[in-house]
């Protein structure tokens, strides 16, 4: 496989580097709260962590919000939009198997940035595990219950 492969659902410019770290964030349609229970997140988190063991992507961080998620991942294999796909379809099958029947769990789309490796990649994870600190969720980062960083 190329080091970088072009999508055609990609925006236009945007390419997926095999090795690249990418900070990755999806919205939950309607910007609806669904994981504002924590089970129903941690199915999110469960995806995440099957892509890790299928050799697709390794996570660096990440934390899961009431209507969206923050991943920071090293792109191992195929592309950020096979990632993202596999990711939010099997969170969405797999909250639907568990009883919560919205109609549509993400919007389409998601965002990225590829991240420079000289960067701070702790700075950048503590910013991600610290949202739910800055929204106002909880008064320290351990109290809340779907994020996770390797750096711990």
Same mark, same amino acid.
């Given at each position: 496989?190329?080091?970088?492969?072009?999508?055609?659902?990609?925006?236009?410019?945007?390419?997926?580097?095999?090795?690249? /770290?990418?900070?990755?964030?999806?919205?939950?349609h309607g910007r609806q709260p669904l994981f504002a229970?924590?089970?129903?997140?941690?199915?999110?988190?469960?995806?995440?962590?099957? *892509?890790?063991?299928?050799? /697709?992507?390794?996570?660096?961080?990440?934390?899961?919000?009431?209507?969206?998620?923050?991943?920071?991942?090293?792109?191992?294999?195929?592309?950020?939009?096979?990632?993202?796909?596999?990711?939010?379809?099997g969170s969405a099958l797999a909250i639907m198997r568990?009883?919560?029947?919205?109609?549509?769990?993400?919007?389409?789309?998601?965002?990225?940035? *590829?991240?420079?490796?000289?960067?701070?990649?702790? *700075?950048? *994870?503590?910013? /991600?595990?610290a949202n739910p600190l800055r929204a106002g969720l909880?008064?320290?980062?351990?109290?809340?219950?779907?994020?996770?960083?390797?750096?711990?």
């Open positions: 496989m190329p080091m970088s492969q072009r999508s055609a659902d990609l925006r236009l410019g945007r390419y997926s580097g095999i090795g690249q /770290i990418y900070l990755l964030n999806s919205v939950v229970n924590w089970r129903t997140g941690r199915l999110v988190v469960e995806e995440f962590r099957r *892509a890790q063991q299928a050799g /697709i992507a390794d996570s660096l961080a990440w934390v899961v919000m009431p209507d969206h998620f923050h991943w920071l991942v090293v792109l191992r294999e195929g592309t950020l939009g096979m990632l993202v796909r596999r990711v939010k379809s568990a009883g919560y029947t919205p109609l549509r769990v993400w919007q389409k789309g998601y965002h990225d940035r *590829a991240v420079r490796r000289e960067e701070d990649l702790q *700075a950048v *994870a503590r910013y /991600i595990v909880v008064k320290r980062v351990g109290d809340y219950p779907l994020w996770d960083a390797v750096w711990l």
